[in-house]
């Protein structure tokens, strides 16, 4: 695929699916939702479950709505955008390309720290190194096959791995399941920086631009397309769950996170000893790269179209990788605070984007080649959309005396 030429149309394969599947999931359960839910546990205990579970039915509602607009259209959400109001589109480009570099420098810093706690490298260069593997995907011959195989197979690692320390952690799922419908208390600020930092920004169009350039579009692939979304959104639940009970039985055993600088190491470290340490910096490793895979891939593919010759498409995707991490590495920024400020920022964001692609859906037919769009589906985007502006409403009032 490195060739100056168009990308040529072609049917979506069944590796290319699994890689839009994996490419959203492990977007939206990268080193920042690692970060957020140790941070957040720590904090609220099992009634964290509630945001969890919050989180879900929102992403839920998003995606099969992104990507049932994006795949019938056939156009990715820049060009949608445009076709709705002139401009709108490069303002989508803009927030969302500004969120996906914020939260690009954080992952290659998630990725040093991965590789620090696994291998003893300092953060720095093991940052640095995990840069070049990412760039070295985009530039194979068939850089489209590379992104699905790793991902994939990254994304199962991560998930197995989680599974046993939320095993050995011993949580008290009881507690969490009672507390995920009827929590003690609720964190507007929690659930606002969670729903930004697994389903806002460039996360929410991931999985879509990925299935769409896999191939895969059209009115004709509707059910096709709706398969891959509900599998890809099952990935990401699956792996929320086994990482928030993993650090919940940490918690519960009374372990304090709060004065530790890597809290996560620390909980990973007190459920496994030893083994646990290194599993958790593989497990960040991994969640890290498939984020600067992700982060990087999705904002170009808004500088972009899909008749963007694929030298061009990939020259800039290396480049985003290099200025995310030049700046990591010369501003040497941390990056707790950082994947925190940019969940929330994502989280504000997220509707401006999604309610194009609801217009697209309610009004826009012309635009999805005549299709029917189904009112059940339209009806959860427009109850997803409203708990955003909901939570971004609670978000601003809750903080809004401590500007």
Not at 337 to 348: R, S
């Given at each position: 695929m490195s060739e100056d030429?168009?990308?040529p149309a072609r049917p979506a394969t069944r590796s290319a699916l699994l890689g839009a599947m994996f490419l959203m999931a492990t977007s939206a359960i990268g080193p920042g939702f690692i970060t957020q839910t140790t941070e957040f546990t720590a904090q609220l205990g099992a009634a964290f479950a509630f945001a969890i579970l919050v989180s879900i039915l929102v992403d839920v509602a998003i995606q099969m709505n992104v990507w049932r607009v994006v795949g019938v259209s056939g156009m990715r959400a820049h060009e949608l955008a445009n076709r709705v109001a002139p401009g709108a589109g490069w303002v989508l480009t803009v927030l969302v390309v500004v969120g996906g570099l914020v939260f690009n420098i954080a992952n290659v810093a998630g990725a040093g720290l991965g590789l620090n706690a696994l291998l003893g490298l300092p953060p720095a260069i093991g940052g640095a190194i995990s840069a070049v593997v990412a760039i070295a995907i985009f530039t194979v011959r068939r850089a489209g096959a590379a992104l699905d195989r790793i991902v994939v197979v990254l994304g199962v690692l991560m998930i197995g791995l989680t599974a046993y320390v939320a095993i050995v952690s011993g949580p008290p799922v009881g507690d969490a399941l009672r507390q995920t419908v009827l929590p003690d208390q609720v964190s507007w600020l929690v659930i606002t920086t969670l729903i930004g930092g697994t389903v806002g920004g460039y996360i929410t169009y991931a999985g879509a631009h990925r299935m769409l350039?896999?191939?895969l579009s059209g009115p004709e692939h509707a059910g096709q397309v709706a398969r891959s979304s509900v599998q890809g959104i099952l990935v990401t639940a699956v792996m929320r769950v086994l990482l928030f009970l993993a650090i919940l039985g940490v918690v519960a055993g009374g372990v304090n996170l709060a004065d530790s600088d890597n809290p996560t190491a620390t909980a990973f470290g007190a459920a496994a000893g030893e083994v646990g340490v290194r599993l958790f910096g593989l497990i960040l490793w991994t969640a890290a790269i498939t984020s600067v895979i992700g982060a990087a891939y999705t904002s170009v593919s808004f500088l972009t179209s899909r008749e963007t010759p694929q030298r061009t498409t990939n020259l800039l995707t290396v480049g985003f990788i290099v200025l995310s991490t030049a700046v990591f590495l010369v501003a040497g920024t941390t990056p707790v605070?950082?994947?925190?400020?940019?969940?929330?920022?994502?989280?504000?964001?997220?509707?401006?984007?999604?309610?194009?692609l609801l217009w697209v859906a309610w009004r826009r037919s012309d635009l999805l080649g005549g299709y029917r769009y189904p009112r059940w589906l339209l009806g959860a985007g427009v109850a997803g959309w409203l708990v955003t502006l909901f939570i971004g409403y609670q978000f601003v009032a809750e903080n809004l005396g401590k500007l």
């Open positions: 030429t168009a990308r350039d896999s191939g605070t950082l994947l925190i400020f940019a969940g929330a920022f994502n989280g504000l964001i997220l509707p401006i984007g999604f309610t194009i």
